[in-house]
């Protein structure tokens, strides 16, 4: 049954959210399933020397390549996983080791929140009852009619609030409510673009895949923004310029359709060049990725394939 609680940044301060617990215990954890999966993570990472260091030094390589000692981890996770949902377990291990009060919190926060939701009251009833109030402030007989809604507020959600603390308290709620609407928003527009930046990691491996359809027609619906372009450019020094050609070879794709297909200027081809990274940028990047001059060699062997037996060996045989 709904009831009228405190706003969630005041309640859940009374229901163990921001307490502390010991670094890999999950005990506290209410999803039992969840619990045992990392319980049973916790014993696979223990028969495993030094697995803590090193999966909390862990990199993931930029094309996957298989480390034994990462096997060894992902197969400990527990013989009930398949390889994506042990991954799955591993990072999150991964990210406990790094950030295990932020681990702890965020838990607590998202299973409490379940519980308080479950019965805090709805938004249409608040918003009927801030709508009321503001109201009250125009006229008395809005007034007198607040002054029952709130009679009848105590009664349907057995409080005891006077009308000043059932307000401030309701506005808080709101307030709060808009502020979590706008953060998932927010939080969909951050899913959305890693979806985009994977989708556009690929389209530079494969940049074939950018003319799957006749006319030069995009199966892909990533809308490019200088954004999009900064974050790519982090690891491929090259991508605006690689960007530019592509829409340079979707024109000219379009056209050579429309024309029949005849064969295409040199620029075409540029679209499947090796990337450019100057020596500057292929140390420091493999600074940070230790497999970097070797991923660059793959891109580099996967478009020279695509333009041999793709492009001229289909579209333009």
């Known amino acids: 049954m709904a009831t009228i609680l405190p706003p969630w940044s005041e309640y859940r301060k009374t229901v163990g959210v921001e307490t502390k617990e010991p670094v890999e215990t999950f005990d506290w954890i209410q999803d039992s399933s969840f619990a045992y999966e990392l ?15 090193f999966l909390k030094a862990y990199v993931p390589p930029l094309d996957m390549k298989s480390d034994p000692k990462m096997n060894a981890i992902l197969c400990a996770m527990g ?18 080791l790094n950030n295990w009060d932020l681990f702890v919190e965020t838990t607590k926060d998202r299973e409490q929140r379940k519980i308080y939701d479950a019965q805090q009251i709805h938004y249409s009833d608040y918003d009927e009852y801030l709508t009321a109030y503001k109201l009250s402030l125009t ?7 607040f002054y029952e809604l709130c009679s009848i507020f105590r009664a349907k959600f057995n409080v ?8 401030a308290i309701l506005t808080k709620v709101r307030d709060e409510e808009r502020k979590a609407g706008m953060a998932k928003m927010e939080d969909a527009d ?7 930046i994977d989708m556009l990691t690929f389209l530079y491996r494969s940049p074939i895949r950018w003319f799957n359809y006749k006319g030069g027609i995009s199966p892909f619906s990533v809308n490019v923004t200088r954004k999009h372009i900064k974050r790519m450019t ?4 090259d991508y605006e310029d690689h960007y530019m050609t592509i829409k340079t ?27 450019y990274v100057t020596e500057e940028d292929m140390a420091r990047l493999t600074l940070l990725h230790p497999d970097y ?7 580099t062997e996967t478009r020279q394939y695509l333009l041999d037996k793709e492009v001229l060996g289909v579209m333009f045989a």
């Open 79 to 96: 013989d009930h996983h398949s390889g994506a949902s042990s991954r799955a377990i591993m990072n999150t291990y991964r990210y406990l």
């Open 139 to 145: 006229s008395l007989e809005e007034e007198v009619k």
């Open 293 to 299: 001059a070797e991923h660059i060699k793959k891109i």
């Open 249 to 275: 070879a979707l024109d000219e794709w379009s056209f050579l359709f429309k024309a029949g297909a005849k064969r295409p200027t040199t620029a075409f081809f540029h679209a499947f060049t090796k990337p």
């Open 234 to 237: 982090e690891l491929y020094p």
């Open 190 to 196: 951050k899913r959305r673009f890693e979806d985009d």
């Open 39 to 53: 319980k049973t993570a916790k014993a696979g990472m223990d028969s495993i020397e030094e697995s803590r260091a």
């Open 160 to 167: 005891l609030y006077s009308n000043e603390e059932m307000t």
